[in-house]
């Protein structure tokens, strides 16, 4: 087996064991923690290259995995892995890289926070995490590391925890990525129950090789649905929570608490894509077949997520076209683009859903790093309606912004035109609707406009700040009223401009003409043809998409970038003309308050209920018992004090009667005593001599 | 009734005489002369299996009755010096007054 | 031989019981000084010649003489009766002598009823004072030793028991 792949736990190792260094290293050595974990994450990156490396050159090899025992229960073992396949090779390149740009970002962000070495704790021990979910072999392994995805992310959202607002976000998504998880364990255990093993590939014993899919497809369950497809639903629920799929996509605009490097990390580039990275790793689970269908049917699974993930799309954008906060507009998006990797996934397969998220990874992560640059620009202020004409004062930033931007909304030639544009290909494809199509297409519009919204109040017109006080929104510790807004240090700047050029270029890697990503990940060669263009629909479908993005861009410009935005306080244009679809999407369908309404409120309730019984019930079991033990001890006092004592102090007192009674035979004259002798003598004599007698 | 029995007669009965003695007179120093008495009866007894007895030449009888004598004379020496002492202490001889050792 | 024998029992036994019966304790020692005459001359007619003259010496020569002196001393010149002039009670009496007659029948008994088998009186064993001298010293070197020192604490008590204690007094 080759050296990189029986080591390739070292991966997510050594960012795990530099964040426990960092976990006990003073909070005064900075410079210690931040290399700690800038350099286990350079390593981690060259490992990843090597794993790349041996991939590409033999890839057409069957999947290379790592197994080892772990755990006996009676005569069955639980077993751990790594795999080693294109998917994993792509994925961990592209976490090291980000991770390791975000790094180096962070050292110029969190720099005015006493609390630096813990975030770099909690940021390598995130990577560790992200990497072992990505990397594992074994479906309980994967859970074991999504769990500490998700404890590490808690971690990061509620970094500011004594901010009451950060505090409650990081509850909040715990919370609700665990209602997720819950559906997870529960396929898990009905895998395992159904085909007694939790390894990927092992050999033609895992659970997504072919004996095993077969015994699931067999399985036919309720309603007529296979055991696979009730598998992959039940994952799928984990993977909706993690990817902030609608319903369980409310913890990702709060998520925003966090500081903003966490938000690029974990909430663009990372982390949310685990969710994704899930669903395109069981994929042989998702879309295993009934035989007597024809093949490449989509299953109820895959037809599943793809309409949950086209509602997501659209819904996310909805929200984000009203949203005033720079780095909600960036969540809303978020969402909407995992709805987006989703929809890839249900209708195109892994390779089109992949696609998506290695350059949504690289674009989000620029767009959040920029938004970072630019609120520590502005000294804290993320209220776009307080900035303006940035443009200005941070060229830099505004120049990585646009690339990132233009990326996000799908324009021709930047990496998010030739991913998006693949599936909505295969979604014009789907042989079961076309509604998702058209969502996606809608959606893709509002992408382009809202993204053009935030662009003009942030970076075109003039600098709104100037009469708002800054509040201690990032606790920065900048006391800059009055300033004007200032380009951030090269440390900051510098990762920016290189996930530009990503953003840029890395399309390119997935042209019709030269599908070298898709190829790659489906193990096979691809060739450079411009052939490809002549699929069918495909150069239809790009100029439809180009029309789409450069119909919102225009409309976007023309609400809100032709007339500069005068005042902070001068309302919306689109909130004065449409006053109550405004604020509907502002307040997000009012889905956090349906959920407070209901479920929270009969949580609160069965807290008070379970308070009440536990004081009163078990507290008065308990005191029950206590006046019962309480009562033992005073009997057994009782019957120390009047029958042991009192038994004893007879019985003493017997004693000194007897030796006092006794005491009398002695009346002091000897010849008494001698009396005494000479009776017992005789009748000694007697008894002898009647005895030799007889 | 052989020679023995009737030494050994004389011997029970000058035992007894001495156990009436100590017994029933009041004088302390005679009690302790009954005591000699019984010894004495003791020291006949020996002297008379001896001489009847089945190994004369052992001189047991002999050796025991020169040690009982010596012992005799010993405790009697001693018995009167305490005897003295009480006298010096309580100013009579009379046993029946020496009870305060009661229970 | 048996007459003989029978005087000197009775005189040992009128002797022996004048000693323990009379009232005075001067005479009851006079009396005992005959009784253990006798019983010398009985030890005498048993051939334990070293014994008889032993007693004369000890008993007669020793003990009476002692139980005098301690006569002497304790009546204080005063030749009273007995110290106490209430007799011993009827009860007492009875009491003492029934046990003393009690064990006379029984050791009369225990005599009379074991017969010895031979009736052939073995000869009168000869013994010298020289064989008891070598007795003394080979066999019964260490009862003697033993006597030795039980004589030596004898003195040193009798002595120490019987001190005036004059020094206190003042």
């Not at chain 1, 080591?7 to 997510?12: I, K, M």
């Not at chain 1, 900035?387 to 912004?401: L, N, W």
């Not at chain 3, 005075?24 to 007619?45: N, Q, R, S, W």
């Amino acid at each position: 087996m080759a050296w990189i792949v029986q080591n390739l736990w070292l991966v997510p190792a050594l960012p795990i064991l530099a964040g426990g260094v960092i976990a006990v290293t003073k909070q005064r050595h900075r410079a210690v923690a931040a290399s700690l974990a800038i350099g286990s994450m350079a390593i981690s990156f060259l490992l990843a290259l090597c794993a790349f490396a041996h991939v590409l050159l033999h890839g057409t090899e069957a999947k290379e995995v790592f197994n080892f025992p772990w755990l006996q229960f009676g005569t069955e073992w639980l077993k751990l892995g790594w795999i080693l396949d294109p998917l994993t090779a792509v994925m961990i390149v592209m976490v090291t890289f980000v991770g390791l740009l975000i790094f180096i970002f962070s050292v110029g962000y969190m720099s005015d926070d006493k609390n630096f070495t813990r975030f770099f704790c909690f940021l390598a021990l995130f990577a560790g995490a992200m990497l072992g979910v990505v990397i594992a072999n074994s479906l309980l392994l994967l859970f074991m590391c999504w769990e500490l995805v998700g404890l590490t992310s808690y971690l990061l959202i509620g970094f500011w925890f004594d901010k009451p607002s950060a505090a409650a976000a990081a509850k909040k998504a715990f919370i609700v990525t665990r209602i997720g998880d819950l559906g997870f364990f529960l396929g898990i255990a009905w895998l395992y129950f159904e085909t007694h093993t939790l390894l990927f590939y092992d050999g033609g014993a895992g659970c997504l090789e072919h004996s095993a899919l077969t015994t699931l497809v067999t399985h036919a369950t309720i309603y007529g649905l296979t055991a696979s497809t009730g598998i992959g639903l039940l994952i799928f629920c984990g993977a909706a929570g993690k990817s902030g799929q609608v319903p369980l996509h409310v913890w990702l605009p709060d998520a925003m608490e966090g500081p903003t490097p966490v938000s690029a990390l974990i909430h663009a580039a990372t982390m949310v894509a685990a969710g994704v990275f899930l669903i395109a790793r069981i994929y042989p689970l998702m879309s295993a077949n009934i035989a007597s269908l024809p093949p490449l049917t989509p299953t109820v699974a895959l037809q599943v997520v793809t309409w949950i993930g086209a509602i997501t799309a659209l819904f996310g954008a909805l929200v984000a076209v009203a949203q005033y906060d720079i780095k909600r507009i960036l969540a809303y998006s978020t969402v909407s683009q995992l709805g987006y990797m989703m929809m890839g996934l249900g209708v195109g397969g892994p390779s089109v859903g992949m696609f998506h998220l290695i350059t949504h990874a690289f674009f989000k992560a620029l767009l959040f790093l920029g938004a970072g640059s630019v609120i520590h620009g502005c000294s804290g202020e993320q209220d776009i309606r307080h900035m303006g004409g940035i443009r200005k004062f941070m060229p830099i930033t505004f120049a990585a912004y646009t690339c990132g931007m233009l990326a996000l909304c799908g324009f021709p030639l930047f990496a998010g035109f030739w991913s998006k544009d693949e599936i909505l290909h295969s979604a014009f494809a789907w042989s079961i609707s076309s509604i998702p199509f058209y969502m996606g297409a809608f959606g893709a519009l509002l992408t382009a406009f809202y993204m053009t919204r935030q662009m003009c109040y942030v970076f075109i017109g003039t600098y709104r700040g100037h009469a708002h006080a800054s509040h201690d929104q990032e606790a920065h510790s900048h006391h800059a009223h009055g300033h004007d807004p200032h380009e951030s240090p090269l440390v900051m700047t510098a990762p920016l401009a290189i996930l530009a050029v990503f953003a840029v270029l890395l399309g390119f890697l997935g042209t019709p003409a030269w599908p070298w990503f898709q190829s790659f990940l489906e193990g096979e060669h691809a060739t450079f043809s411009f052939a490809g263009f002549a699929a069918a629909n495909t150069v239809q479908l790009m100029l439809a998409s180009s029309l789409i993005v450069f119909l919102g861009l225009f409309v976007g410009w023309s609400i809100y970038g032709r007339k500069p935005i005068e005042s902070a306080t001068a309302p919306d244009a689109l909130a004065v003309a449409q006053p109550f679809a405004m604020s509907t999407l502002a307040h997000a369908f009012y889905i956090d308050a349906l959920y407070g309404a209901t479920i929270l409120r009969l949580n609160a309730w069965f807290a008070i209920l379970s308070d009440v019984a536990d004081r009163f019930v078990w507290g008065g079991f308990v005191k029950a018992f206590s006046f019962f033990i309480l009562g033992l001890a005073w009997l057994d006092n009782f019957f120390d004090k009047y029958v042991v004592n009192a038994g004893f102090d007879a019985g003493c007192d017997t004693v000194s009667l007897s030796g006092r009674s006794l005491s009398l035979l002695q009346r002091g004259r000897v010849q008494g005593y001698l009396r005494t002798i000479g009776v017992a003598l005789i009748v000694i004599v007697i008894l002898l001599l009647w005895g030799a007698k007889a | 009734m052989s020679q023995l029995n009737a030494y050994l007669l004389v011997s029970a009965l000058l035992f007894s005489i001495g156990l009436a003695g100590a017994l029933l007179r009041r004088n302390a120093i005679l009690v302790l002369i009954g005591i000699e008495l019984m010894l004495n009866a003791a020291n006949l007894n020996f002297i008379a299996f001896w001489r009847y007895g089945p190994n004369p030449a052992a001189l047991t009888g002999i050796m025991f009755t020169i040690f009982s004598i010596t012992v005799a004379a010993a405790e009697a020496a001693v018995g009167l010096g305490i005897i003295l002492a009480v006298y010096r202490h309580t100013k009579s001889t009379d046993i029946s007054q020496m009870n305060t050792l009661k229970g | 031989m048996f007459l003989v024998f029978l005087i000197l029992a009775a005189l040992t036994i009128l002797g022996t019981a004048a000693a323990m019966g009379l009232r005075k304790p001067i005479h009851c020692i006079l009396a005992l000084t005959v009784g253990l005459v006798g019983l010398a001359m009985l030890y005498l007619l048993l051939g334990a010649q070293f014994v008889g003259f032993t007693q004369i010496l000890v008993y007669v020569g020793a003990v009476a003489i002692l139980a005098v002196f301690a006569i002497m001393m304790t009546q204080g010149g005063k030749m009273n009766l007995e110290p106490h002039p209430e007799k011993p009670s009827s009860s007492t009496l009875l009491a003492g002598g029934a046990v003393a007659g009690a064990v006379f029948a029984v050791i009369a008994w225990a005599i009379l009823s074991n017969s010895p088998s031979g009736t052939t009186t073995p000869a009168q064993p000869s013994v010298t004072v020289v064989e008891i001298g070598q007795a003394l010293m080979h066999k019964y070197v260490l009862p003697l030793e033993i006597m030795a020192l039980l004589l030596t604490a004898a003195l040193i008590g009798a002595v120490i028991l019987a001190m005036p204690k004059e020094q206190e007094k003042s």
